[in-house]
């Protein structure tokens, strides 16, 4: 069972290991999927910039966990505002707790001192606990000393960028995946013409792809510009 918060915070089907392009973080992704079914490692730390796959890393552990009939709990720290710390409790009661944008929480001790007894209490349990961050561990501006000890003793990754094969690549597997083709000169064009982050061309995806099975035609630049207005 996958736990959600009902903020509109839900976990997006699409993001599964099966349609991640590793590229250099293969490692990365097999210590992950080690983890989301119980045999890894308990404790992992993720960091990267905006539009790495970190979101994407964490909701496909989730969906991972679930497939394997262990209960899973995902949670952004991003809409924190919203949110009171005491949610927390109890999470420890989950197999696998995702806990993504820890920076936004850095610095705002309630809940520094909340994600730190999580962590106590899911480590005495022996459940697991996956979090991810923007910056580096030594650059979060935690104040809270235990928790940054504690996030210390966790395996941690930089989450490294794609090229730019690797990133047709992964474009290319997502049109697939959404039951449509891209040529490599259609995906370079968007490649080269868009925000090169994937989340932003992959929402991009989804509105072109929805355009062309309104019209009927295929991914091409021509028509790629026409729906786009360039």
């Known amino acids: 069972m996958i736990q959600q918060i009902p903020l509109g915070i839900k976990l997006k089907a699409a993001a599964r290991f099966s349609n991640f392009v590793a590229g250099p973080n293969d490692e990365l992704l097999d210590q992950l999927q080690l983890a989301a079914n119980g045999r890894g490692e308990p404790f992992f730390l993720i960091w990267g910039g905006t539009g790495s796959g970190k979101s994407h890393l964490l909701q496909a552990s989730c969906h991972q966990a679930a497939s394997e009939g262990r209960t899973a709990a995902y949670l952004s720290l991003q809409d924190h505002s919203n949110l009171q710390p005491e949610l927390?409790?109890?999470?420890?009661?989950?197999?696998?707790v995702c806990l993504d944008d820890m920076d936004a929480i850095a610095g705002q001790r309630r809940w520094e001192e909340a994600i730190f007894h999580l962590y106590n209490r899911i480590r005495e349990r022996c459940s697991g606990l996956v979090v991810s961050s923007n910056s580096a561990p030594a650059h979060l501006q935690l104040c809270l000393p235990d928790l940054r000890s504690r996030l210390g003793w966790s395996l941690t990754y930089q989450l490294k960028s794609l090229d730019d094969q690797q990133r047709l690549q992964a474009l290319q597997l997502r049109a697939q995946q959404r039951g449509c083709e891209m040529s490599d000169e259609t995906g370079r064009y968007?490649?080269?013409r868009l925000p090169r982050d994937m989340p932003a061309l992959f929402d991009l995806l989804d509105q072109l792809d929805e355009a062309s099975l309104v019209a009927q035609r295929k991914l091409t630049v021509p028509f790629v510009k026409s729906v786009l207005g360039l």
């Open 88 to 96: 927390l409790d109890g999470w420890d009661a989950y197999d696998l």
């Open 190 to 192: 968007l490649m080269r």
